[in-house]
């Protein structure tokens, strides 16, 4: 569960980021310069990255650290298990 200053926050980064990617994709339809496009896709990758980051901080904080605090062996090691593979995906 995202606590609530931090969902706006991530929230912020996606809607600026959806913006972004219209006027990306109409800049490529215009034939902009090659590097103003790049430069505005690095910009939109910036706040993916950034909400990625601030959402994983929320998980760890929240329900990590919930299920750890359990007895539930099961459900650490699951825990572990999404943590291992949304990291190799991010780092990819």
């Known amino acids: 569960m995202l606590v609530e200053n931090k969902k706006k926050k991530i929230l912020i980064n996606l809607k600026k980021t959806s913006s972004l990617l219209a006027k990306i994709a109409d800049m490529v339809e ?18 993916l990255r950034s909400a990625h980051e601030m959402l994983m901080a929320n998980h760890l904080n929240t329900c990590f650290r919930s299920a750890m605090a359990s007895k539930n062996e099961k459900k650490k090691n699951q825990m572990t298990a999404e943590i291992l593979k949304v990291t190799n995906l991010y780092n990819k």
Request: hydrophobic content about 45%; glycine content about 6%.
């Open 30 to 47: 215009k034939d902009c310069y090659c590097i103003e496009v790049m430069q505005q896709n690095l910009a939109a990758i910036g706040l």
